[in-house]
């Protein structure tokens, strides 16, 4: 299965939903700042990695498999917290990759230039995000269970 | 002042574009691995670099591991908790966001007592 971009979607998101998630960004990169200068580096590293927009992103997951349900006449209220269950465990895959990006960082910061990092840290995520994700869809990881299990409960409408 | 302002406008700015990618990639299940995007991070460090130079920089890295595991954890439970027992995501993910601070904390305590 490839991954692609469908650049079309991005049209669907209404504006407060740009507007919740700017401030929400930009509100935890200034709590970070905070934190890092009253307690130290070593604190305020752990909010890099703070899930603060994860709750607002898995609320408007959940609203649009609703809204989308609702358009065909059904109440889509389990849908929507399974497709956001299903962007949870997505997540999780992307932690593992996360902590890809913050050994690179660790490691490289005081031996190379900052853009070098930056450009090798991201990639990192990405790749290792890309090759956990595509394991886990290939049948190496999938049970006998997995592949009784009905088609419609893992399919996303969106 | 100035550095906090810059930190909200690029914090916003990264994360909402992090955002987009995450609403325009398909298949929808690789969409998620994009709740963990390390937008935060790329929004700050270079701010962090600017002002306090790169080894305060990476101590932040460092100490930014154990905040991954923890929101590895989160995110596992809240995964769980949607799939399983069918909670409103908010209140789900809300309510499980003191697993992060209990799990970063511990385990930043953990491995200071160990040094």
Not at chain 1, 100 to 108: E, Q, R, S, T
Request: some cysteine; hydrophobic content about 55%.
């Amino acid at each position: 299965m490839m991954v692609q971009a469908k650049l079309a979607a991005i049209k669907g998101i209404p504006p407060h939903e740009w507007i919740i998630r700017f401030l929400f960004g930009g509100a935890v990169c200034v709590l970070a700042g905070l934190i890092s200068q009253k307690f130290g580096a070593e604190v305020g590293g752990l909010f890099l990695a703070f899930p603060a927009i994860f709750p607002a992103g898995a609320s408007l997951v959940e609203a649009h498999e609703r809204r989308h349900k609702a358009r065909a006449g059904f109440d889509g209220t389990l849908r929507g917290r399974t497709v956001a269950g299903l962007e949870a465990a997505g997540a999780s895959i992307g932690c593992i990759a996360l902590a890809g990006f913050a050994m690179v960082c660790w490691l490289c910061l005081p031996r190379i230039s900052t853009a070098a990092v930056f450009v090798l840290a991201t990639a990192s995520w990405f790749l290792i995000a890309m090759s956990l994700w595509w394991l886990r869809k290939s049948r190496i990881f999938r049970s006998r269970h997995a592949h009784r299990r009905p088609v419609h409960a893992f399919r996303t409408s969106r | 002042m100035g550095e906090l302002i810059i930190r909200f406008l690029v914090g916003g700015a990264v994360v909402s574009l992090f955002a987009v990618m995450a609403e325009v990639v398909r298949p929808k299940s690789f969409a998620g691995v994009f709740g963990a995007a390390p937008s935060i991070a790329l929004a700050t460090i270079g701010i962090t670099i600017a002002h306090h130079g790169r080894l305060y920089a990476s101590t932040e890295a460092h100490s930014m591991i154990f905040g991954v595991i923890a929101f590895f954890l989160y995110a596992s439970a809240s995964s769980w908790l949607l799939m399983h027992r069918k909670c409103a995501a908010l209140t789900a993910t809300s309510a499980l966001l003191p697993i992060w601070f209990g799990a970063s904390l511990a385990l930043l305590y953990l491995v200071d007592k160990t040094r």
